[in-house]
């Protein structure tokens, strides 16, 4: 047994983890209000993202439709999603990526066994 009693601590700990925990949902929150663009084809086709990842947008430029070929439009229209994902991808990982790890992501929280 501690002396004095180690509640205190556990109690700083446990506010810690609900601070964490609020910031987590406002970072959240904020990513999935924030856009993120993905284009391809040097701009033709251009994807418009929330930081969580719901797609928002879709502008096609003219010169990129062709009726003879949809196929080449539609593998545009699917890298220029993908790469709107993958920037929504790292802006979640710049905005949670600290506060994941303090919730037990990485070393967790120091006295507590996760």
């Known amino acids: 047994m501690i002396p004095g009693g180690g509640q205190p601590n ?11 925990q609020q910031d987590l949902a406002t970072a959240q929150e904020e990513l999935a209000r924030t856009e993120v663009d993905g284009q391809a084809g040097g701009g033709l086709v251009k994807a ?3 930081g969580s990842g719901e797609l928002r947008a879709l502008v ?3 010169k ?5 070929d949809t196929e080449t439009l539609a593998d545009l229209v699917v ?4 790469a ?12 949670l990526g600290p506060l994941a790890q303090g919730l037990g992501g990485g070393a967790g929280i120091p ?4």
Do not use: R, S, W
């Open 10 to 20: 556990m109690q700083q700990l446990l506010q810690q983890a609900q601070k964490m």
């Open 48 to 50: 418009t993202v929330t």
């Open 60 to 62: 096609i430029d003219p």
């Open 64 to 68: 990129a439709v062709d009726p003879e």
């Open 79 to 82: 890298a220029a999603v993908q």
């Open 84 to 95: 709107a994902n993958e920037n929504a991808q790292a802006l979640q990982q710049e905005k």
């Open 111 to 114: 006295g507590l066994p996760f």
